[in-house]
Structures are given as structure tokens and as C-alpha cells.
């Protein structure tokens, strides 16, 4: 094919795909898993293409070299070079004669989820896509995974998964440093919700699981974004909050401090005289006396 064939024919490696056929594959496909799959691709030469799909892909070059091009560049596959596809994303170029390539499958909410695990910003789990990379440790990753699929996966999911894992950590590291998003707490209306929740449960049992899903928003970044917007983490509000329900309650009622306390969400009145001391620097007797 020529350079204006491919002008003509070609929009990959960064542009739209064409209305071209297809080459064929060749899949191995290993257990069902939500996040992670491993196959292996085989195409005859000519046109290369990969259709849109939902997750993200990592191509890992795995036969004898292999010339190619594609609209913009004439390029020589060699084994062990690297292609990221993310998910959604086509593309289409041609190669000159037969290629191998062991194609990692990942969902985004893997990515997702991991870099939230890291603690790092949503954005650190985007992929750009990049074209014929070297990178040691997601190459030894790949190689892992498909060293694991040829065996039949005889280690299981457990050990797919942790695989998965790796690479997904080899990925965001790998991927563009972006600089750290301005400092941002909860919405007025967030924080709202949340406090409001809180007084009205005081003397439940409150957990962080149940103020995020009111908030909206993951137990993590729940706890991030609840600090900065009132300078305290949710446990030191709550038990500030307690403190002063209690306070108020020995001040202004003649219920036993026991109750006090029950009332207040404290589990017993040792529990409520602790915090007591900690936050006002008084015990509840002292506070009584105080009315």
C-alpha cells in the first residue's frame, strides 16, 4: 500500500477509524473476570484495525518484528513494544506481514478504583493514548499475564486479579503527571446534608459508609473533603457534637447522666465523661454544677 493509500485509507494511530474490513483474530479467552481479560491476537498482513469497546487496552507486541504504517509514520514493530487504546478509542494501520500481540483488557473502574486506593486525584486514572512505548515493569506485567493464560490460569483469579492490579498501578504511574487540583471540600449543600444527618442520628450509631451516601460521595473522599471544609475529621465533629448535646442536656434537664449520655450517642456515661473531659476540659458533674 502506498503513503497515498494510506493518506486515503488510513486514520489510526490517533485518528478516526475508516470504513475498512477488519483483520481477523485469533482469542484465547481466560476466566470471566469484572474488571481484567488477556487475549492473544493474531492478523495476517495488511489492514490492522481495533474497534471502540468500553475497556482499556494494552497491546504488548509479542512475534518476530514486524514493518508497518499508518497515516502520519512508517514504524518497525519489535517484541516487547507497547500500545495504549483507551477505552472508546479506534484505531487502524498496516503492517507488512503477520504479527503476534498479547492484548490486556481493563476496565476502567479498576483504574478507577486504584488510584483512589492510592490516593490520588480522578484524573491520574485517565489514559492517553500512546504508540509503540518501552516500559520495563508493565512489560515484564504483560508478559505475567500472558505466561498465566497460555498455563490455562492454573493460580486462578486471585492471582489475575493481583496481576491486574500491578499494571494498574505500573499505568498511573507511567501516565502524565498532572498537577494537584486546588484544595476543594464539600458543596454548601453536601455539608449541609451530611451535618443535618448527623444531628438527627446523634444518638445512633453512626458510620462513615452511611454520611458518604448521603454526601454522594466514597468514604475516602468523604473524609478528605468533610476535613476541609470544617477543619475536623468526621469523628472528632461527631463527638464535638455529642459533647455539646450533652452539655446541654445536663444544663437544662434532670435526667441522670446515664441517660444524658444514651441521649446523647455516647455508649455509656464513662464513655461521655471522657469526651467530655477531652473536649470542655470538665466532667459532667462539673457541668451540672455549673447550671
Same mark, same amino acid.
Given at each position: 500500500?502506498? %503513503?497515498?493509500?494510506?493518506?486515503?485509507?488510513?486514520?489510526?494511530?490517533?485518528? +478516526?477509524?475508516?470504513?475498512?474490513? !477488519?483483520?481477523?483474530?485469533?482469542?484465547?479467552?481466560?476466566?470471566?473476570?469484572?474488571?481484567?481479560?488477556? %487475549?492473544?491476537?493474531?492478523?495476517?498482513?495488511?489492514?490492522?484495525?481495533?474497534? +471502540?469497546?468500553?475497556?482499556?487496552? !494494552?497491546?504488548?507486541?509479542?512475534?518476530a518484528p514486524v514493518a508497518g504504517a499508518c497515516q502520519f509514520h512508517r514504524f518497525l514493530y519489535t517484541r516487547g513494544d507497547l500500545d495504549i487504546l483507551p477505552a472508546g478509542s479506534t484505531d487502524i494501520w498496516h503492517e507488512e506481514s503477520a504479527s503476534t500481540s498479547v492484548v490486556v483488557r481493563m476496565a476502567p473502574a479498576l483504574l478507577a478504583r486504584t488510584a483512589d486506593e492510592m490516593g490520588l486525584p480522578a484524573e491520574r486514572a485517565v489514559l492517553g493514548e500512546r504508540h509503540q512505548f518501552r516500559d520495563p515493569q508493565i512489560e515484564h506485567i504483560a508478559w505475567a499475564l500472558d505466561a498465566e493464560r497460555r498455563a490455562g490460569f492454573p493460580n486462578g483469579r486471585l492471582y489475575t486479579d493481583s496481576l491486574g492490579t500491578a499494571l494498574a498501578v505500573q499505568l498511573i504511574a507511567a501516565g502524565p503527571q498532572v498537577a494537584p487540583s486546588p484544595a476543594q471540600g464539600l458543596t454548601r449543600l453536601q455539608l449541609k446534608r451530611v451535618t443535618e444527618f448527623?444531628?438527627?442520628?446523634?444518638?445512633?450509631?453512626?458510620?462513615?459508609?452511611?454520611?458518604?451516601?448521603?454526601?454522594?460521595?466514597?468514604?475516602?473522599?468523604?473524609?478528605?473533603?468533610?476535613?476541609?471544609?470544617?477543619?475536623?475529621?468526621?469523628?472528632?465533629?461527631v463527638v464535638h457534637r455529642r459533647v455539646d448535646r450533652a452539655r446541654s442536656l445536663l444544663l437544662n434537664s434532670e435526667l441522670p447522666a446515664s441517660l444524658v449520655a444514651l441521649e446523647s450517642g455516647f455508649s455509656h456515661q464513662s464513655h461521655m465523661a471522657r469526651c467530655m473531659r477531652r473536649v470542655l476540659g470538665l466532667t459532667p458533674g462539673e457541668v451540672r454544677r455549673a447550671a
Open positions: 500500500m502506498s %503513503d497515498t493509500d494510506l493518506d486515503t485509507d488510513l486514520r489510526g494511530h490517533g485518528g +478516526a477509524a475508516s470504513e475498512v474490513a !477488519l483483520s481477523a483474530d485469533s482469542f484465547v479467552v481466560p476466566p470471566a473476570t469484572d474488571s481484567l481479560r488477556v %487475549d492473544v491476537r493474531q492478523t495476517p498482513g495488511g489492514v490492522v484495525g481495533y474497534e +471502540a469497546l468500553p475497556d482499556h487496552r !494494552l497491546k504488548l507486541h509479542a512475534g448527623i444531628e438527627a442520628h446523634l444518638d445512633g450509631d453512626l458510620s462513615l459508609a452511611a454520611l458518604a451516601e448521603v454526601a454522594g460521595l466514597s468514604a475516602s473522599h468523604l473524609k478528605t473533603q468533610f476535613k476541609r471544609s470544617t477543619g475536623q475529621a468526621v469523628h472528632a465533629y
